[in-house]
């Protein structure tokens, strides 16, 4: 049981759509990750996932909108909606979701990472 | 599903004490409390707490210490671990806990408050 000062976190890495988790709590895991450019098509079948923006500005695409997300801003997607994040400039974005969530859902992509590292 | 603006939340309320909440996920309630003074000592016997400090200083007192969370940094006080948040000027906080969780876990006392209200 430890303060985590999250600017400090993000000082840690550098890579773009790769979420690293800081905590843990009720099964749930807590990520911080730096994004930019266009993230992949998907959605999780049974996991809502809390985008909450740090730094910058997200745009959470859906199939029959966007939404666009700024700092201080968060948005949950629940479980089953499809959704592309996307980012103009470098954004920073706290995740919160299951420890059991796959990065990029049943898609499979260059960008999935497979077991996200703690920092 | 919606974009949902933190300082706007903060600005709908001036109780301290009486966290809303703003959002779910996975049985998990996302919620925001002004603080001030001395809370209760209490402990949850089943969820784990996560909180994030939004504006000011936050001291969480243990039994056997106390660590003080500034603006930008969080902290996760495990179940079962007794607590009492103690703010000296007023500070805003972002919780994150299970949707069944008691607010002074098994004690009564004149700051508990039954059932938290959506903003």
């Known amino acids: 049981m430890k303060v985590i000062d999250i600017e400090e976190k993000f000082s840690l890495f550098?890579?773009?759509?790769?979420?690293?988790?800081?905590?843990?709590l009720n099964g749930q895991q807590v990520k911080l990750a730096k994004v930019k450019g266009e993230f992949v098509w998907h959605?999780?079948?049974n996991e809502d996932e809390l985008f909450l923006v740090i730094k910058g500005e997200l745009r959470l695409e859906f199939r029959d909108r966007s939404e666009s997300v700024?700092?201080?801003?968060?948005?949950?997607?629940?479980?089953?909606?499809e959704h592309k994040p996307v980012a103009e400039e470098e954004c920073w974005i706290m995740l919160i979701e299951p420890a059991s969530i796959a990065h990029t859902?049943?898609?499979q992509h260059e960008l999935t990472v497979e077991n996200s590292a703690w920092i």
């Open 105 to 107: 859902g049943d898609v």
């Open 70 to 81: 700024k700092q201080g801003q968060m948005i949950v997607v629940p479980k089953g909606v």
């Open 14 to 24: 550098t890579q773009h759509w790769t979420p690293k988790i800081i905590s843990e």
């Open 43 to 45: 959605d999780h079948t």
